[in-house]
């Protein structure tokens, strides 16, 4: 099972969902979170149309990187109710992807350490009031701090022939992690693009799935 809901952008920063951080936690249920955006003018009724796959630039074409990430794609496009062209057969629907990865910098709260910090940190005096109850204090704080992580992005735009090549469907996902690993993240990305397809119109979400 998975979970979504409106994304909070003070809560991304806070809880910062980067998936090699929560695989490096020792959660019970470590989760990855992936921020997703679309927006859709789906036709009705066209569940058993066909789709085929189209090259985003031309660098794709006899990719075997590209070949393995439109597998994925292929595996999650049930969700639309749209059915792959036999091969030389005209399609309804065009299905274009890109996807990368970029270093970003991020804000992750962590608690603070006297010796990287300076100054006091854990510990404290914590003891009983004279007049009942506890007083002092006891660590840890909490700090905000810098930390480089990997932006991993998928962006999939579906075109409609029937309406002169209109795009009908276009939504871009993206994870941080600590890991330069591309492909470990890349089948959450597909998840995260056709979940609750096709969704509201200019919908923005996170959504968080169990890691496999």
Known sequence: MFRSS???????AAVVAVMGVLLLSGCATPTVSARVTSFQQWPAGVEGQTYQFVPADPSQSNNLEYQSYQDMVRAG???TGLVEAQAGAKARFDVSFRYGTTQTQI???RPYDPYFNGGYG???FYGPRPWGGYYGYWGPEWVDVPMVVQRNT????IHDSQR???EVYRSSAFILSERDDFVRTMPYLVRAIFDNFPGNNGAEREIQFPVR
């Open 122 to 124: 854990y510990g404290g």
């Open 6 to 12: 409106p994304f909070n952008a003070g809560r991304w």
């Open 77 to 79: 496009i049930g969700a």
């Open 164 to 166: 002169g090549g209109a």
């Open 154 to 157: 998928l962006t999939l735009q």
């Open 107 to 109: 804000m992750v709260r």
